[in-house]
């Protein structure tokens, strides 16, 4: 497998709306491949694939309990509301403090192409909203109630 490069701002992909992946095949799996690698070789706990320069709905999230991978993902449910930090790999060196969902229901495909429902809480909540956000053009700075440069 192969680590991408992760695309920082102010690169226009991160600003773009990903396009929805419409044909599961050998292609999809080597990006998702590569994206493993590289969330795992950059200590990461999610990656979205515009990330690495790739205008398409995939993520993939590892919070420490286990990986997974979306395709097409999107929140169907909110609950709850959970104030907390985040950083970013495309946004190196800043912190923000945002306002997140505490629960989240997403809908997406596995590598099969079958519909799955996950539910996350927590960290995990926090991740599929942010990453979600990336397949939007959206980052987390842009919700922050506030950010800073990232202790030392």
Same mark, same amino acid.
């Given at each position: 497998?192969?680590?991408?490069? +992760? ?13 929805? +992946? ?22 990461? +706990?999610? !990656? ?21 991978? !979306?395709?097409?993902?999107?929140v169907i449910e909110k609950e709850g509301e959970e104030i907390a ?49 990336? !397949?939007?053009?959206? !980052?987390?700075?842009?919700k922050a109630i506030e950010t800073s440069k990232e202790p030392i």
């Amino acid at each position: 497998m192969a680590v991408y490069k +992760v695309v920082t701002m102010p690169d226009e992909v991160l600003r773009a709306e990903a396009r929805p +992946v419409n044909k599961i095949n050998e292609g999809v799996f080597r990006v998702l491949d590569n994206m493993k690698d590289t969330l795992y070789a950059e200590n990461g +706990v999610g !990656l979205a694939a515009p990330q690495i320069g790739i205008s398409k709905r995939l993520v993939v999230i590892d919070t420490g309990d286990n990986y997974m991978e !979306l395709i097409n993902p999107q929140v169907i449910e909110k609950e709850g509301e959970e104030i907390a930090s985040e950083g970013c790999l495309s946004v190196p060196g800043i912190v923000g403090i945002v306002k997140r969902a505490e629960k989240v229901v997403v809908k997406a495909l596995n590598r099969q192409g079958e519909e799955m429902t996950l539910e996350g809480t927590g960290l995990l909540a926090r991740a599929f909203q942010h990453e979600i956000d990336h !397949l939007d053009g959206i !980052l987390f700075i842009d919700k922050a109630i506030e950010t800073s440069k990232e202790p030392i």
